[in-house]
């Protein structure tokens, strides 16, 4: 349940270098609102090896500049990720001295998300576009528990209509098909984005640790698609691909027909730490070379793939361009 309250002005703070530096006058562009007080589904303290802590944020909306400059916002419920992708960028953006070293077993739950919303005039997000998460995943295993991007969610249906892309790896994203609708309905726009980057699971689970397996990623998005969702596959990092022809079939079997792809920069990559040499050998072993010779040919294997893909997925984009607004 939800009551109104009053509350004093809150503005963002995240853990994101370029966008910390707004300035009052920017952020006080949207204005401000008596608070909405929503209490979190639970509040547990540990989801499996991840530590959960709970912060004020003293906004909830960033204004999207550098690779996203074309969104009017980012949305970020969260600090840091259980998923604990090892070439994750966000490591770089957490604002921690010991990112590297602890990613994937802290995540900061922005527990006053919901009232910083409730907090802006209704209908001054009419039309803009969101992308919700930029350095975290807002369904990571936190949220089955605290339930704060659907709160989000529900408090933009209320008031708003954004144009939103939502970026995740979990297959949880379909619990709130319901409210994608809702948004949809009410004159809004979304787009749900699921990111694959791989066909091979040994590969997968070395790089990506924490998250679902392809096949249960592919089987959400198919089933968000089916529900009149518009949705995107963004195979971003491409890492490495067993069977380009049987790859592309797996994602055009879910029905989905947007696609985003880009090279995983090996060689200048930003490795959690302890991660980067085995993550080159076990590349160097399936490339056939090696680990001197993995950035080279990595691009080549990239480039191979790539061109398989573009003659079989239709609206496949590349990098920047084609993670512009798809509305």
């Known amino acids: 349940m939800t009551r109104v309250m009053m509350a004093s002005p ?5 853990r994101v270098a370029s966008e910390a530096n707004m300035n009052d006058s920017k952020q006080m562009q949207l204005g401000m609102m008596p608070a909405v007080e929503h209490d979190l589904a639970a509040r547990p303290e540990r989801i499996g090896k991840t530590a959960v802590e709970y912060t004020q944020a003293r906004s909830i909306l960033n204004r999207a500049t550098g690779f996203l400059s074309s969104y009017d916002f980012t949305l970020n419920p969260f600090a840091g990720c259980s998923f604990g992708c090892t070439y994750c960028y966000a490591v770089r953006f957490s604002g921690r001295n010991d990112a590297e070293d602890s990613w994937g077993q802290w995540v900061d739950v922005k527990e006053n998300a919901v009232g910083l919303i409730g907090k802006i005039p ?5 039309g803009k576009r969101i992308y919700m998460s930029s350095v975290t995943d807002p369904y990571q295993s936190i949220e089955r528990r605290a339930r704060l991007t659907r709160g989000i969610l529900e408090a933009l249906v ?3 209509k954004p144009k939103m892309v939502v970026q995740t790896r979990s297959p949880d994203v379909t619990r709130d098909i319901d409210l ?15 990111t694959v980057t791989t066909d091979d699971e040994e590969l997968r689970r070395a790089f990506e640790p924490g998250c679902p397996s392809n096949t249960v990623r592919l089987n959400a998005v198919a089933e968000v698609q089916k529900a009149g969702i518009q949705s995107c596959i963004t195979m971003t990092p491409l890492l490495l691909v067993r069977n380009a022809a049987a790859f592309a079939d797996a994602l055009l079997t879910t029905g989905v027909k947007r696609f985003i792809t880009q090279p995983f920069h090996v060689g200048s990559a930003q490795f959690v730490a302890g ?5 080159l050998q076990m590349m160097a072993e399936r490339l056939g070379c090696g680990a001197q010779d993995v950035v080279r040919q990595h691009m080549l294997h990239y480039n191979a793939v790539r061109a398989e893909l573009m003659g079989r997925l239709p609206g496949l984009g590349e990098g920047r361009e084609g993670f512009a607004p798809p509305f």
């Open 10 to 14: 809150g503005f963002l703070v995240l």
């Open 122 to 126: 209704a209908g001054s997000l009419d």
């Open 158 to 160: 209320e008031r708003h």
């Open 180 to 194: 994608f609708h809702a948004l949809v309905e009410c004159g809004g726009k979304v787009q749900v984005n699921m």
């Open 275 to 279: 991660t980067r040499q085995a993550a």
